[in-house]
Every structure is written in C-alpha cells, then in structure tokens.
C-alpha cells in the first residue's frame, strides 16, 4: 500500500508528489516549469539588439553602435546648420592650398589721370590706383563664383616708404562681396599704417564681385590724394 503524499500532482502522469520534489517520482517529469522569457521590447528586435546575452556578452558591441549612430546624428545635424557649415568650410581653408584669382572687369566711382583702378590687378605695387578722397570705391567681377579664401591688400602708393608717404592711403577698407544667388556680405579690413603687403583671411563662398570702399584716411593733405598699390585676390586650388 502507497504512503499518501499531499501534493501537487506531477503534470505528466498525475502521480502526487512532495512538496519539496523537483521531479516527479514516477515520471521524472520537472514539477518546477521553466521561466517564460519576458517579451523583448520593439528596439531588441532590431540587430544587433535582437540577441539575447548572457554576462554581459555582445553589450559592449551594441553599446558602440548606439555610441556611433548617436555621434552620427549629431553630426548630420551640425553639419546642416550655417555654423557647422561654416566650420567645415574655414578648415578646408586653413588644410587646402590657395590660388591668385584675377578679375575680369575693374571699375571705380572715381580715378584721377595717370591711375586707374585696374593698377590695382596689374601685379606691380609701383602703380597704384589714385582716389580724390575717402568714400571712394572699386568693383571687381569675376567669371565665376568662387570661395574667397584671403584677401592681400598692399596699401599707399608703393611699397618704398619715401613713395608710401607721399600720398595719402586708407586705413580702413569697407568690403562687400556680393554672392550667387545675389546675397551681400560684409567686411571691414583695419589696415596698418606701413608699406607692403597685408593679409586678411576672408572665407566666402561662392563670390561673383567685390567692392572695395576707402575709409579712414591718413596722410590726406593739401595736394594729395588716396592711393592703394595692389590688390590680390585667393580661391581654393
């Protein structure tokens, strides 16, 4: 005669069994049932989400991914913002080399006899363009657009500094670059008041035309008037 077991009976054969059994005596069927698997939210099942780990295995992969993709939409979204544009731009600047652009056409609100303008784009700093006064300007157009890099100003009317000083020389240089899509950019150039070359970064892209006007001038006596030697322009080679 069988000992009674209060228990609860096995699931496979029915046989009861003791509490503390894990499985059934008769059968050896398991008495405890596995754990259900908790259902993986909607991103596990993407990979390399969708494998299921065990101590920590494959975490620092998916970890790097969510890291890369992250970084990767915050970069496309700078990228698409004027600033970070503007970023790219400048470092592509300073990294790249750079390439004398010459204008087609050059013309000025004024000139005085024996100084043209077009003195300013001939590659000689003897020759110089002569204003009546500040307020005068000079417009350069060029064939295309193109990513103004810099600018070189050499100021006055020659690179010598008794021919320098002979005439008066703007120490300020009102710049408005006008762009493709007929846009207007602006700048102002301080110049320094000595002979020879003067660099200024600029960084516009897309330039069909500048203009240069004369400001804050210096040395502008009696019998005197405005000179600027030369003018170099540079684009992205």
Not at 117 to 130: E, I, K, Q
Request: glycine content about 10%; charged content about 20%.
């Amino acid at each position: 005669m069988g000992e009674d077991v209060s228990g609860a009976p096995c699931p496979s054969c029915g046989t009861p069994n003791p509490p503390d059994r894990r499985f059934c005596r008769r059968c050896a069927t398991p008495l405890t049932p596995a754990a259900v698997a908790p259902t993986l939210p909607w991103w596990r099942t993407i990979w390399p989400f969708r494998r299921r780990t065990r101590a920590g295995s494959g975490r620092l992969v998916r970890f790097l991914v969510v890291l890369a993709v992250v970084l990767a939409l915050c970069a496309g979204g700078f990228l698409l913002l004027p600033t970070g544009r503007r970023l790219v731009e400048d470092t592509r600047d300073k990294l790249g080399k750079s390439k004398a652009v010459t204008p087609t056409r050059v013309e000025a609100t004024a000139e005085l006899p024996g100084h043209p303008p077009a003195s300013t784009t001939d590659g000689l700093s003897n020759r110089y363009w002569g204003a009546p006064g500040p307020g005068a300007s000079v417009t350069y157009t060029f064939a295309k657009p193109f990513r103004l890099v810099g600018v070189i100003v050499t100021n006055g009317a020659s690179t010598s500094p008794e021919e320098y000083a002979r005439q008066g020389r703007a120490l300020q240089i009102e710049v408005e670059v006008t762009v493709r899509d007929g846009g207007k950019i602006h700048k102002s150039l301080a110049l320094s008041d000595k002979p020879g070359p003067q660099a200024f970064p600029t960084g516009i892209s897309d330039a069909t035309s500048i203009r240069l006007t004369l400001d804050a001038p210096a040395g502008l006596a009696q019998g005197r008037h405005l000179a600027l030697a030369e003018v170099e322009f540079f684009q992205r080679s």
